[in-house]
Every structure is written in structure tokens, then in C-alpha cells.
């Protein structure tokens, strides 16, 4: 794993500067501290830091082929390496290296742009055709490795991580007021947006050439859950077991230590437990709790660890944590994710660097094998929407507004339901509905922003409908909530620590193979993740397979009323809050006074308000990214108290 950035300077044909290839470069030092490498030729600069996963000697980059005239850098794993490496060496092509880097130079140079369509793993490339002036860049299929890009004029800049960006000096730091109320409608902001302006995505399955000053984008991957012949259920059972054990053994392929991060979960324990299979040593597991028993899996992990006999580590988190990490976070992220547990992760990600290089990780068993409660219950809609309108507006709605709020979760479940589709499916992970961001939101902001943050739901089913409301929801979270959401908070967080991450359940075979299982087999007796269980029954210990879906919940709700309430009104309460003119500065007053003397629960947003402020403050006020002598990682925690408070 690895960072990766560069510049092409296509309209004004000035030569890159090394020095702010360098810069670039020390931003994602974090990502690859083992090796750094650069390549100027004239107009154009790449800039590289490694993580020496496979081929520790022999993967230097930037790498070229042979005459010197195409060049790569790559972010990622390719895990058909070998074979692509035999087939091409059949066609005359010769190897320099052990690593899969110089398979993709190789099968670019034989296949063209469709190299990318050949390639099955996770990662994230520039690929420099010199001869033919253009660059090509490259997002694996799930979105697993970041790759964000900008124009300065016609000029194009590219890199892992947004920081690198912004230390161009034509990139203009500003917030895309769109992209924030979507982020908080929905706690991330969809691809290919980003919260700054100008700064986009590239999007998951798709490539991007730039070429005689134009660019042109192409999805060369998608899935669909198109009708399909019914099988048994012994059948599907069959399959998925096959799919994840092959997809757990190729992602152990490393020359250096791999461990895996074991929740206590359905799909991390699974996952644990094949690796324990395929290794006669102890697999390293580690596991995050926190300091409120309630919220803690590790009970959980520990009895998958003893199961599997595997080396096991623990870390709690606690209130304090959230304090002293949240400014680095802020900074790791470049972009909020409304998602708490991106502080348990960064801190179990920092134990697993002291034992490993390289963890296994349970996302994506949830959005492919319907996991989650929200499937279940929106199932419910169909028989919600038979209902006359004069029923549902007249008796249904005002009865909810009169519960009381001990059965708010009921109350949230009845108005979501009522909403049409895409909009309900938003909703469901949703944090300031229609109503709260009304309250919200000033005047001058509503005025130059749509209020609807389905678009990109809408826009990917336009492009490709489903065969059923389920099949929708789930091609949506693997396409939306997965990669600008999880996959981003995952990515991030393990790099900070210089950790790869690596994702079996998001194989691209195993996608298209859950997709081609009916609906009404992955929900029975209203049992969320039915097959996936089915599969592995006589695999996992019964309470793993019983128990209630925890997810990766942290208790800021209790730390903002205990340890972290001056924190919390430090942040929302302050002036330079108000005066940034985007926010009704009472209707904050009064979330945090109602959440603070426990009348109702803003947990979600007051954290995400909070997120957003400390980014701000980080990415978009003058403060940071301003030393060039001190790391902005030593700057952010010698200046944290600094960032809090003012």
C-alpha cells in the first residue's frame, strides 16, 4: 500500500517543480514510509511513498517499462498478478521485478486503457504514456483505494489523499456548500464530489484519461442484479463459502506479516477463521472497545479468538481519546465522515502496526448479504405504502407525533417508511433530515443549494435499475455508503497508521455472485444476513451466529454529556462557528442544550457538526499546512488545544 500524487502541467507546459513534488509527496508520507521516489520529465511530475508489501527489494517507484518512456505509480494490490505476469511474458513482454507494479506497465503497454478491465485487486494508479502525451487514471471496482484529482486552469493535479492537493498553490481552499448539505443529510458527501470545491473523485470502476487538454471518463465495471434462475439454497450456501475462502486466500498473499481485525462480528470472524485454516501459525487478531460496557464487542472477539486459537489483542478507547486525537483525525480524513468509530479504528490500527504490516477486514458482508436492520424493516414499506394517503396523513402521522420520545426509534422507523424511494433508502443512515436542515441551514445557504441529497441515488438507478426495492438498496450501498463512506473511514485510518487494509467480502466475483441470488433468499423470518449465516453455520460459534447486530457503535451521546461537554460547546457554541454564516447558530444552542440536559438524542448531529467544524478549522482556515520545518502531524498535536477552543 502506498501514496501516490502528481502533477501534468498540459495547458501551460511549464516544468513541474521537484520541490512541490516533494511537498506532495511528505503530506502521504504516512501511507508508505519505507520508500519515497519521484519522476520529472519536464511538464510532468510523479511523486511516490511506499508501504513494501510484496517484492520488499524490487518495487521502486515511480517504475518504468523498458525503453523509459511509460511510467506508473500505484497505490494497491493486484492479487491476478501471476497469472497476467505468465500471459504476458507469453506475448514477449520482459520482467524486470517480482512485483505486481510492473505486471500493470506491461499489460498497459500490450492492452491499452482496457489493461484496467484485466486487472482484479484493490488500488488506485497514474499510469504517464510519454510517447502519446496523456495520463491515465485508475479506481479498483469496489472504490477500496482513494484517488482524487483537480484542474488548476487546464493543468491536472492527482494523489491519494486531498492534502497533497492543497499544497499547490493554484489550488484555492473553499467549501462546495452543495457537497456540505449533502454531507449532512447523509454524514459523507457523495462521489464525485468532495467538501472542497473543485477537488473530485475518481470514480469507483472507472478510469479517467487526460489527453490533448480534455478529459474523458469511463465506467469499464458494474454489476447488476438482473433476473436470474432460482437455485437451491444448498446451492447459494455452496457458492459463498467458496467465494470467501478463495477471496480470504488470495489477500494473505504477502511477503511480510498479515493479521486481521476481529470485531466479534459475523463477517470479521469469519474471515479470522479461514485464515486460521490456511496457516499453521497463530493469526494475529485485534480487536477495539470501549470504555462503556454497553458498547463493547470485546466480549464477542475474545470467544471467536479462544475458538480459532489466534493471537489476540485488545484496546479499549476511552472519552478522553476523542479529545486528544480528533484534530489528527480531522486532518487523516481530509474530508468528514460523520463516523465516531473512525477513532476506534486509527487506535486499533496503531496496535496492529506494532505486530503486522497488513490486517484482513470484515466490510461489505452487511451490503452484500443484507445485513442490516434497515433491509429487514424496508420491507415493510410496500405494505406501509397500500395504505389510502388520507390514512397514513390523517391518523397514522399524527399518532406518531404524539408518542412519546422513549419510542423515538419507532417514531423514526414509521416517518421513514412513509418517504418514496430513493429517499427513504437515504434516510435510513441519514443525520439531519428534511426538517432539521431546514431549521438548520441559513437563509443565503438554502437559496444556493438543492435540499434533496438523493441525486446520487437517483442518478446511479437511472443508469442502472434493479429488479426489486432490496436489490436497489444494496447495489446503492455498495456503489454510495461503501466506498465515499466505510471504505474512505478504513482506508484513511489504517494509513495513518501505515497500515493496509485488505477487503475479501468486496472481491468482485463475490459481488457479482450475491447479486445473482434472489431477494427473498438473503431475508427469511425476517432474519437480516440470512444466507451468509446459512453458510457458514457450522463454521462459527453459536453466539456469533445469534447474537444481535451490534455495528460499530461508540457512546458519544454519554461522552458529550459527560467528560466532553465543555469540548462540545467550546466547538458549537463558538463565534467562529456563527460567523462562518451557514448555520442558524440557536437552532444549535438548542440541539446541544435538549441533548446536554438529556431531553431528546443529537448524538449523530451534534457530531457531525462538530466534524465539521474542527475541518474547517484544520483544512480551510489559515493555521495549518503553513511549517514546512514541522510535520502537520506534530503541529496538530502541539496545537490541539488551540484548534479546540478558539
Same mark, same amino acid.
Given at each position: 500500500?502506498?501514496?501516490?500524487?502528481?502533477?501534468?502541467?498540459?495547458?501551460?507546459?511549464?516544468?513541474?517543480?521537484?520541490?512541490?513534488?516533494?511537498?506532495?509527496?511528505?503530506?502521504?508520507?504516512?501511507?508508505?514510509?519505507?520508500?519515497?521516489?519521484?519522476?520529472?520529465?519536464?511538464?510532468?511530475?510523479?511523486?511516490?511513498?511506499?508501504?513494501?508489501?510484496?517484492?520488499?527489494?524490487?518495487?521502486?517507484?515511480?517504475?518504468?517499462?523498458?525503453?523509459?518512456?511509460?511510467?506508473?505509480?500505484?497505490?494497491?494490490?493486484?492479487?491476478?498478478?501471476?497469472?497476467?505476469?505468465?500471459?504476458?511474458?507469453?506475448?514477449?513482454?520482459?520482467?524486470?521485478?517480482?512485483?505486481?507494479?510492473?505486471?500493470?506497465?506491461?499489460?498497459?503497454?500490450?492492452?491499452?486503457?482496457?489493461?484496467?478491465?484485466?486487472?482484479?485487486?484493490?488500488?488506485?494508479?497514474?499510469?504517464?504514456?510519454?510517447?502519446?502525451?496523456?495520463?491515465?487514471?485508475?479506481?479498483?471496482?469496489?472504490?477500496?483505494?482513494?484517488?482524487?484529482?483537480?484542474?488548476?486552469?487546464?493543468?491536472?493535479?492527482?494523489?491519494?489523499?486531498?492534502?497533497?492537493?492543497?499544497?499547490?498553490?493554484?489550488?484555492?481552499?473553499?467549501?462546495?456548500?452543495?457537497?456540505?448539505?449533502?454531507?449532512?443529510?447523509?454524514?459523507?458527501?457523495?462521489?464525485?464530489?468532495?467538501?472542497?470545491?473543485?477537488?473530485?473523485?475518481?470514480?469507483?470502476?472507472?478510469?479517467? @484519461?487526460?489527453?490533448?487538454?480534455?478529459?474523458?471518463?469511463?465506467?469499464?465495471?458494474?454489476?447488476?442484479?438482473?433476473?436470474?434462475?432460482?437455485?437451491?439454497?444448498?446451492?447459494?450456501?455452496?457458492?459463498?463459502?467458496?467465494?470467501?475462502?478463495?477471496?480470504?486466500?488470495?489477500?494473505?498473499?504477502?511477503?511480510?506479516?498479515?493479521?486481521?481485525? @476481529?470485531?466479534?462480528?459475523?463477517?470479521?470472524?469469519?474471515?479470522?477463521?479461514?485464515?486460521?485454516?490456511?496457516?499453521?501459525?497463530?493469526?494475529?487478531?485485534?480487536?477495539?472497545?470501549?470504555?462503556?460496557?454497553?458498547?463493547?464487542?470485546?466480549?464477542?472477539?475474545?470467544?471467536?479468538?479462544?475458538?480459532?486459537?489466534?493471537?489476540?489483542?485488545?484496546?479499549?478507547?476511552?472519552?478522553?481519546?476523542?479529545?486528544?486525537?480528533?484534530?489528527?483525525?480531522?486532518?487523516?480524513?481530509?474530508?468528514?465522515?460523520?463516523?465516531?468509530?473512525?477513532?476506534?479504528?486509527?487506535?486499533?490500527?496503531?496496535?496492529?502496526?506494532?505486530?503486522?504490516?497488513?490486517?484482513?477486514?470484515?466490510?461489505?458482508?452487511?451490503?452484500?448479504?443484507?445485513?442490516?436492520?434497515?433491509?429487514?424493516?424496508?420491507?415493510?414499506?410496500?405494505?406501509?405504502?397500500?395504505?389510502?394517503?388520507?390514512?397514513?396523513?390523517?391518523?397514522?402521522?399524527?399518532?406518531?407525533?404524539?408518542?412519546?420520545?422513549?419510542?423515538?426509534?419507532?417514531?423514526?422507523?414509521?416517518?421513514?417508511?412513509?418517504?418514496?424511494?430513493?429517499?427513504?433508502?437515504?434516510?435510513?443512515?441519514?443525520?439531519?433530515?428534511?426538517?432539521?436542515?431546514?431549521?438548520?441551514?441559513?437563509?443565503?445557504?438554502?437559496?444556493?443549494?438543492?435540499?434533496?441529497?438523493?441525486?446520487?441515488?437517483?442518478?446511479?438507478?437511472?443508469?442502472?435499475?434493479?429488479?426489486?426495492?432490496?436489490?436497489?438498496?444494496?447495489?446503492?450501498?455498495?456503489?454510495?455508503?461503501?466506498?465515499?463512506?466505510?471504505?474512505?473511514?478504513?482506508?484513511?485510518?489504517?494509513?495513518?497508521?501505515?497500515?493496509?487494509?485488505?477487503?475479501?467480502?468486496?472481491?468482485?466475483?463475490?459481488?457479482?455472485?450475491?447479486?445473482?441470488?434472489?431477494?427473498?433468499?438473503?431475508?427469511?423470518?425476517?432474519?437480516?444476513?440470512?444466507?451468509?449465516?446459512?453458510?457458514?453455520?457450522?463454521?462459527?460459534?453459536?453466539?456469533?451466529?445469534?447474537?444481535?447486530?451490534?455495528?460499530?457503535?461508540?457512546?458519544?451521546?454519554?461522552?458529550?454529556?459527560?467528560?466532553?461537554?465543555?469540548?462540545?460547546?467550546?466547538?458549537?457554541?463558538?463565534?467562529?462557528?456563527?460567523?462562518?454564516?451557514?448555520?442558524?447558530?440557536?437552532?444549535?444552542?438548542?440541539?446541544?442544550?435538549?441533548?446536554?440536559?438529556?431531553?431528546?438524542?443529537?448524538?449523530?448531529? @451534534?457530531?457531525?457538526?462538530?466534524?465539521?467544524?474542527?475541518?474547517?478549522?484544520?483544512?480551510?482556515?489559515?493555521?495549518?499546512?503553513? @511549517?514546512?520545518?514541522?510535520?502537520?502531524?506534530?503541529?496538530?498535536?502541539?496545537?490541539?488545544?488551540?484548534?479546540?477552543?478558539?
Amino acid at each position: 500500500m502506498c501514496g501516490i500524487c502528481g502533477i501534468y502541467n498540459a495547458e501551460t507546459g511549464s516544468p513541474v517543480s521537484p520541490q512541490l513534488i516533494e511537498q506532495m509527496t511528505s503530506l502521504i508520507a504516512h501511507r508508505g514510509p519505507d520508500d519515497k521516489g519521484s519522476y520529472i520529465e519536464g511538464s510532468l511530475g510523479l511523486g511516490f511513498a511506499r508501504l513494501s508489501i510484496i517484492d520488499l527489494g524490487g518495487g521502486h517507484q515511480p517504475m518504468c517499462n523498458e525503453t523509459g518512456d511509460v511510467w506508473i505509480v500505484f497505490n494497491g494490490e493486484i492479487w491476478n498478478y501471476k497469472q497476467l505476469r505468465q500471459e504476458l511474458i507469453a506475448r514477449g513482454h520482459q520482467f524486470r521485478t517480482n512485483c505486481d507494479t510492473e505486471t500493470i506497465i506491461h499489460a498497459y503497454e500490450e492492452y491499452g486503457t482496457d489493461c484496467v478491465a484485466r486487472l482484479h485487486g484493490m488500488f488506485g494508479f497514474a499510469i504517464w504514456d510519454s510517447p502519446r502525451q496523456r495520463l491515465l487514471l485508475a479506481r479498483d471496482r469496489a472504490g477500496k483505494k482513494p484517488l482524487y484529482y483537480t484542474q488548476v486552469g487546464r493543468d491536472l493535479l492527482f494523489a491519494s489523499e486531498i492534502k497533497a492537493l492543497l499544497s499547490h498553490p493554484g489550488v484555492k481552499r473553499a467549501v462546495d456548500l452543495q457537497a456540505m448539505a449533502d454531507f449532512l443529510s447523509i454524514r459523507y458527501v457523495p462521489a464525485p464530489a468532495t467538501l472542497f470545491a473543485n477537488i473530485c473523485k475518481v470514480l469507483p470502476g472507472h478510469w479517467l @484519461l487526460y489527453e490533448k487538454g480534455t478529459t474523458r471518463e469511463e465506467c469499464y465495471w458494474d454489476y447488476t442484479f438482473a433476473p436470474i434462475e432460482q437455485r437451491s439454497e444448498a446451492e447459494y450456501t455452496q457458492g459463498i463459502r467458496q467465494h470467501i475462502e478463495r477471496a480470504v486466500e488470495e489477500r494473505m498473499m504477502a511477503d511480510v506479516p498479515v493479521g486481521a481485525m @476481529l470485531s466479534g462480528g459475523v463477517d470479521s470472524s469469519i474471515i479470522s477463521g479461514i485464515m486460521s485454516k490456511l496457516t499453521s501459525h497463530k493469526v494475529k487478531t485485534f480487536c477495539v472497545g470501549f470504555d462503556h460496557p454497553a458498547y463493547s464487542e470485546l466480549p464477542y472477539a475474545r470467544l471467536v479468538a479462544q475458538h480459532f486459537g489466534t493471537d489476540h489483542y485488545e484496546i479499549v478507547v476511552r472519552s478522553a481519546d476523542l479529545a486528544n486525537y480528533w484534530p489528527l483525525l480531522t486532518w487523516h480524513r481530509d474530508e468528514p465522515v460523520s463516523e465516531p468509530s473512525d477513532l476506534g479504528v486509527y487506535l486499533v490500527s496503531q496496535l496492529a502496526r506494532q505486530h503486522v504490516k497488513v490486517v484482513l477486514s470484515g466490510e461489505g458482508g452487511d451490503e452484500l448479504f443484507a445485513g442490516y436492520p434497515k433491509y429487514v424493516v424496508d420491507w415493510l414499506a410496500r405494505y406501509y405504502h397500500i395504505l389510502p394517503s388520507a390514512v397514513r396523513e390523517r391518523l397514522l402521522i399524527p399518532l406518531l407525533d404524539g408518542l412519546p420520545y422513549s419510542m423515538r426509534k419507532l417514531k423514526n422507523t414509521a416517518r421513514t417508511l412513509s418517504q418514496p424511494a430513493p429517499l427513504r433508502w437515504m434516510s435510513w443512515f441519514g443525520i439531519f433530515n428534511s426538517q432539521l436542515k431546514e431549521q438548520l441551514l441559513s437563509a443565503e445557504v438554502k437559496a444556493r443549494i438543492d435540499l434533496d441529497a438523493s441525486r446520487a441515488f437517483r442518478r446511479w438507478l437511472a443508469n442502472n435499475p434493479q429488479r426489486d426495492d432490496l436489490s436497489a438498496m444494496l447495489y446503492l450501498d455498495t456503489k454510495i455508503w461503501l466506498p465515499d463512506n466505510l471504505l474512505m473511514k478504513g482506508d484513511k485510518m489504517t494509513m495513518a497508521a501505515s497500515l493496509e487494509s485488505r477487503i475479501p467480502l468486496l472481491d468482485a466475483r463475490l459481488i457479482e455472485y450475491a447479486a445473482s441470488i434472489p431477494s427473498h433468499n438473503k431475508i427469511k423470518f425476517f432474519k437480516a444476513k440470512y444466507l451468509l449465516k446459512r453458510a457458514f453455520a457450522d463454521f462459527l460459534p453459536e453466539p456469533i451466529l445469534t447474537r444481535k447486530k451490534m455495528g460499530f457503535n461508540v457512546p458519544t451521546g454519554i461522552w458529550f454529556r459527560e467528560g466532553q461537554r465543555d469540548l462540545m460547546t467550546r466547538l458549537l457554541l463558538s463565534e467562529r462557528l456563527s460567523s462562518r454564516g451557514y448555520f442558524q447558530h440557536e437552532f444549535i444552542a438548542r440541539m446541544l442544550r435538549d441533548h446536554l440536559e438529556g431531553r431528546t438524542n443529537y448524538q449523530a448531529q @451534534l457530531f457531525t457538526l462538530a466534524s465539521l467544524e474542527l475541518w474547517f478549522r484544520v483544512f480551510i482556515d489559515d493555521h495549518t499546512l503553513k @511549517l514546512p520545518q514541522e510535520s502537520v502531524e506534530d503541529l496538530l498535536i502541539r496545537e490541539k488545544s488551540t484548534i479546540l477552543s478558539i
